[in-house]
């Protein structure tokens, strides 16, 4: 039961409405997510630009960002984004099997080396960002990184760090299908 109540789309107005509207355009759906958020529409609408800004375009594959949101997700133990995202790397094409392996064993993984380095990198990231070396920095480096890919990569493990900390803190509940 989520510690706040969720704005349903039907009683939504003003702001919240118009980010609604975008959202179900882009989503075929409001995510429980933004329903909670909705409560602020000024909140609201700064999450789903950042949204926006981070995960659709860029200069990282779509799907290398939607693995890390679930790795990511999965090192801070939220169930709803591990939920969400691995939905989303299946309509992508991931295999059922792929998804619950980077889920419960990101090393066993059918993943190319470099794939599987980011990921760690992102995990290491949520965990402990103080720990990560220059030469680590330097690693993504030598994988083709410049700096845009190197703050993107980092903008989805914020993005993402973010949502968890709001949706574990207020139990959103999830509306997602299990990995």
């Known amino acids: 039961m989520s510690r706040v109540s969720l704005v349903q789309v039907q009683e939504a107005s003003g702001k919240a409405k118009e980010v609604f509207d975008d959202i179900q355009e ?3 759906m409001v995510p429980n997510l933004f329903k909670a958020y909705a409560h ?3 909140i609201l609408e700064a999450n789903w630009q950042k949204y926006k800004a981070v995960m659709p ?11 890390v949101a679930v790795v990511v997700s999965q090192a801070n133990g939220c169930q709803y984004c591990v939920n969400a995202h691995t939905a989303v ?4 094409g991931m295999s059922r099997a792929g998804v619950r392996l980077l889920v419960e064993n990101l090393e066993a993984a059918d993943l190319p080396a ?4 980011v ?5 290491k990231s949520t965990r402990e960002p103080r720990a990560i070396a220059a030469a680590e920095i330097e690693q993504l480096r030598h994988l083709g990184y410049g700096d845009a890919q190197i703050v993107e990569l980092f ?7 973010s949502f968890n900390r709001f949706l574990d803190t207020l139990e959103v509940p999830i509306d997602f299908p299990a990995p």
């Open 89 to 92: 790397l299946k309509m992508m």
């Open 26 to 28: 882009n989503f075929g």
């Open 57 to 67: 375009g860029g200069e990282l594959p779509r799907q290398l960002k939607e693995m």
């Open 40 to 42: 602020r529409p000024a």
């Open 155 to 161: 903008s989805v493990v914020d993005l993402f760090t």
């Open 114 to 117: 470099d794939t599987r380095t």
């Open 119 to 123: 990921l760690r990198l992102a995990v």
